[in-house]
């Protein structure tokens, strides 16, 4: 199985900062890496697909890109309702796997 | 409007069984790709399962043998059946939809419901 590893684990930021999390896979997957916000008791969030695409609905403040094994998440200009913590899923291939997540918090 | 309404879920003893159900509604089950993802209390997120719309499935290794995903065209509803439950398949069960068309991607989640393997 491919393993995918984030980092940081957590950050602390501010409202205003802007925030880059990454994501690395054990293996090339192309493009076939999607984002996704978890805030507490609640369902994911798809964000980001197909590595740099922007899902519907989802502010342009987020954005995506890489390719390969290297992949990265950058929030622009942290807002209040962007606390919450980030997952990379590869959908390359199955078992498809998820990162452990990263923790962005004040 | 999509939804997606998870239930099934409980307090189940370790080598018991029990089936969940994801009710859709807004878009046809049997016509697109879903899957199962969980949670464990405190944890992060474990894909478990998907089923093609033409009916082949795939399972993480973990489950595979234990749990089998179905649907019900006509109740258009998606399943897992989940047997010889262990203390390590605690978690919040959620369904969710494959989108085909962007990357295969998870784009709808229900809200989930939990299971619990204790004695």
């Known amino acids: 199985a491919i393993q995918m590893t984030q980092s940081p684990s957590s950050l602390s930021a501010s409202v205003g900062d802007r925030v880059t999390i990454t994501c690395r896979a054990s293996q090339g997957i192309r493009n076939d890496l999607g984002w996704y916000q978890q805030k507490p008791g609640k369902a994911p969030k798809l964000l980001i697909y197909a590595a740099s695409s922007l899902q519907s609905g989802v502010p342009s403040r987020f954005s995506g890109s890489g390719s390969g094994t290297d992949f990265t998440l950058t929030i622009s200009s942290l807002q209040p309702e962007d606390f919450a913590t980030y997952y990379c899923l590869q959908d390359y291939n199955y078992p498809l796997t998820f990162g452990p997540g990263t923790k962005v918090d004040i | 409007e999509v939804q997606l309404v998870e239930s099934g879920g409980g307090l189940i003893q370790p080598g018991g069984s029990l089936r969940l159900s994801c009710a859709a509604s807004?878009?046809?089950?049997?016509?697109?790709?879903m899957s199962w993802v969980r949670q464990a209390p405190g944890k992060g997120l474990e894909w478990v399962s998907v089923i093609y719309s033409g009916g082949s499935t795939y399972y993480a290794d973990s489950v595979k043998g234990r749990f089998t995903i179905s649907r019900d065209n006509s109740k258009n509803t998606l399943y897992l059946q989940m047997n010889s439950l262990r203390a390590e398949d605690t978690a919040v069960y959620y369904c969710?939809?494959?989108?085909?068309?962007?990357?295969?991607?998870?784009?709808?989640w229900g809200q989930g419901t939990l299971v619990t393997v204790s004695s």
């Open positions: 969710a939809r494959v989108d085909r068309l962007r990357d295969y991607s998870l784009d709808y």
């Open positions: 807004g878009f046809t089950v049997s016509s697109n790709y």
